[in-house]
């Protein structure tokens, strides 16, 4: 499929660890980068990690040492693990789909992300 399934996410506690997953096509995964994006009330929408279609990857500064992106080719399913969670992580985390082809590096701009998954909430409490 073009636009991207979400799954995972949920109630974590600070310093703990959550997880978020997507999936989409073989052709699309394998050929566009793919980030993910959380949005809140108070910050709205936020960049967090990108990864190109060749697997270099690019993060939002707060998050970097504790989230990574990464690709299951077998699946063709992308990942953010977190670690380490931290109350300001709470947010609707949606993946995304670049829509160019092949675009040499991750993008962090969302109006270059054409297609979108339906998004998933991450809690974090204490």
């Known amino acids: 499929q073009v636009q991207p399934v979400e799954s995972g996410g949920g109630l974590g506690q600070t310093g703990g660890s959550l997880s978020v997953s997507c999936v989409v096509s073989?052709?699309?995964?394998?050929?566009?980068?793919m980030g993910w994006f959380r949005q809140t009330p108070g910050k709205g929408r936020e960049f967090v990690a990108a990864?190109?279609?060749?697997?270099?990857?690019r993060y939002v500064d707060s998050v970097k040492g504790r989230f990574t992106i990464s690709r299951d080719y077998v699946k063709n399913t992308l990942h953010l693990q977190m670690n380490n969670l931290k109350a300001e992580d709470t947010a609707v985390y949606y993946c995304a789909l670049d829509g160019t082809f092949r675009r040499d590096l991750p993008s962090i701009a969302a109006e270059t992300y054409h297609y979108w998954g339906q998004g998933t909430q991450v809690t974090v409490s204490s």
């Open positions: 990864i190109s279609w060749s697997s270099h990857t």
């Open positions: 073989e052709y699309t995964f394998r050929n566009y980068g």
